[in-house]
């Protein structure tokens, strides 16, 4: 059904191309085909991933391959996880379903993007929530109500001043490792009760 809707819509390109045109251009390569996916035998699953599987394992043969498979990496993943790992993943879980469609999509295509960047830019915004992460929950809120609070003019800056301390912190980066603390003073400290 697919191989025909290909061949159809090729021919109707086809038809509608001037003739002129097709002769001048030299034929591209074609690609292969993506290989299909393999579908998972049930009985090529450990038997710990059968058990969690197990309320799909009713229709697992009927299942499309490629969720057959994303569930057997899924499930072996999960087996490996430790408990900690396993409960951060249920608050995530839990955290997605409470999302609406749309900010579900926006999740999507972010990931997309963030994917398609070069590996040191996606090595460099991950250092970059190491540090945030590290910085204390006070600090984090600021942050997250200064960035929010901001016009988009006043977030480029924001952006662009942490991309120069990224790469100030790039250059001295051997000779010292800086407090995440220093590298985030625009807020001031909250002020501290005298006990």
Do not use: D
């Not at 290989?35 to 090529?44: D, L, M, N, T």
Request: contains cysteine.
């Amino acid at each position: 059904m697919i191989e025909m809707r290909k061949t159809l819509m090729l021919a109707l390109l086809l038809a509608a191309a001037p003739a002129c045109v097709l002769a001048q251009q030299t034929p591209a390569p074609v690609a292969p085909a993506p290989a299909a996916a393999a579908p998972v035998p049930w009985s090529s699953l450990s038997p710990q991933q059968q058990r969690l599987l197990g309320p799909v394992a009713s229709r697992w043969n009927s299942l499309p391959p490629a969720r057959q498979q994303a569930l057997a990496r899924g499930s072996g993943r999960w087996l490996s996880m430790s408990p900690q790992q396993r409960s951060m993943a249920r608050q995530r879980f839990q955290q997605w379903r409470r999302f609406t469609p749309q900010q579900r999509q926006t999740l999507r295509r972010r990931w997309q993007e963030f994917r398609s960047l070069p590996p040191q830019q996606q090595a460099a915004i991950r250092r970059s929530f190491r540090q945030f992460q590290r910085l204390p929950p006070w600090r984090r809120r600021m942050l997250r109500q200064q960035w929010q609070s901001a016009t988009p003019a006043q977030r480029q800056q924001m952006v662009q001043r942490a991309q120069q301390m990224m790469r100030q912190n790039g250059r001295t980066q051997g000779r010292r490792q800086a407090e995440p603390m220093q590298r985030f003073r625009m807020m001031p400290e909250p002020r501290r009760r005298p006990y």
